[in-house]
């Protein structure tokens, strides 16, 4: 048997033992703390399920850091299935592969008690109530509609929260972007290619070229070999420089690589998956490539909608990347009602989660050694440090649309409701000013929530004329 086998065999320790939670004083010791299943619990499939939708899925309050933290206090602390040593290694591991990381360390622990079939069984328990909950609020959203004035009102005051929480995740993910996987420190290099990857979103150059080239460049840099790390970049430059020679600054749709132009279902179902695929360092990482596929490109979702999707996925028990369960929905509905709309919300989530289950089945003990791998991990260091900028640059996108809003197409408006319309865009200037301020200077795990709340009740008597 394999070791990542090993991984993801319930109850069998390395040392061939079949490990028992009665476990006595005279029972052989595992190898190492690393390795100690001697705690696992024995649970089928159907207990495991709901065991992980009770206590978690349905609890996935406050974003990543407080579900990560209660599945620490409950199954490390508390239960005590594996050690903390293990924990923060197995939590650093997924820290660095695509996908929510809480997701991830549900099939993890999934995994440990009932192999593979377990993680999945873990992982659905997780996602599935927040699921739910957002396929109900896409149908109401769709339903309902944003010529609702009450409707239209509260989701006016939650987008600049939304683009608060957006600047905000820059901040955060630079914490432990920008910090080398080899060395532990401050990355200069890393910054700088979050500044360069900034630039080359301004100047409108694929996301995709930016990762690849920047994954690779740092992937040999970090190797010492500056002179090829030096070509790789002085090639990028130099490629775009002929492209705008021969055929001229490309468009704002040349950040898409096109790949949902259309949302039928095949195509809502390959955005969810690379989306999935290249959300390193969370789930915030996946706002620009979605963004750039549905609203930039393909045009079938206005940017205030897709706002307000984020807003959705900030006030149910979820990871964060359930916005695509709504981006899924909206799309379906474009193309063929809301029959479509249903399959797409389940295609586009299943896109967007299948990485993550396809890198924690694929077992733990793998992963660790390929992110282990010198040149993988530089790679994987170099996008997580691009990203950055990426995120950085839709943060600011994303702001403006929040905040000012134009008059509609077609619409003259007199003076009075010039001042009317210059005022509620002040008015969402000084809530994304105090919700940013909010958000970096209370370190309440349920803030984002509040703020939700407070500017969904705020917008009535906010945004509605009297």
Known sequence: ???????????????????????????????????????????????????FFVEFGLMAWGGPVAQIARIKE????KRRWITVARFNRVYAVYQMLPGPEAAEICMFFGCLVGGRLGGIVAGLGFILPGFMAMLLLS?????VGLDNIYFNASFR?????????????????????????????????????????ALQSALRINYFITLGVFGIFYSLWARGWRW???????????????????????????????????????????LGLVAGSLSFGGAYTAIPFVQAEAVVLGGW?????????????????????IFATFVGFQGGNVYGGLGHAFAGSVLMTLGMFFPCFLFTI?????????????????????????????????????????????????????????????????????????????????RHQYISILLVVVATIAGQFLFIDN
């Open 1 to 51: 048997m394999s070791k990542a086998e090993t991984d993801c065999t319930p109850y069998t320790s390395d040392n061939g033992f079949v490990e028992d939670p009665t476990t006595t004083i005279g029972s052989p010791a595992p190898i190492n703390e690393f390795e100690d299943n001697t705690n696992l619990p024995k649970m089928n499939l159907l207990q495991l399920f709901i065991f």
């Open 74 to 77: 409950r199954l490390v602390v």
């Open 139 to 143: 149908y109401l959203y769709t339903i």
């Open 157 to 197: 005051a939650l987008q600049p929260v939304v683009a608060a929480m957006v600047l905000k995740a820059v901040f955060k993910i630079g914490e432990h972007a920008f910090v080398s996987n080899k060395t532990k420190k401050f990355n200069h290099v890393l910054f700088i290619l979050a500044i360069l990857s």
């Open 228 to 270: 090829a790390a030096g070509v790789v970049m002085l090639l990028n430059y130099v490629g775009y420089a002929l492209y705008v020679v021969f055929k001229g600054v490309p468009s704002p749709t040349a950040l898409a690589l096109g790949i949902a132009t259309v949302p039928d279902l095949p195509h809502l179902l390959a």
């Open 301 to 321: 979702l206005a940017k205030q909608t897709f706002l307000d999707g984020i807003a959705l996925g900030n006030i149910i028990p979820a990871p964060l990347v």
């Open 362 to 442: 694929a077992g733990h003990s793998l992963l660790e050694r390929i992110c282990r791998n010198e040149t993988l991990a530089s790679f994987f260091d170099g996008i997580t440090g691009s990203v950055v900028g990426i995120i950085a640059i839709t943060a600011m996108d994303i702001t403006k649309a929040s905040i000012v809003q134009l008059p509609k197409p077609n619409v003259a408006l007199d003076s009075a409701g010039l001042i009317t319309l210059a005022a509620r865009n002040t008015l969402s200037a000084v809530i994304f000013v105090l919700s940013f301020s909010l958000l970096n200077s209370v």
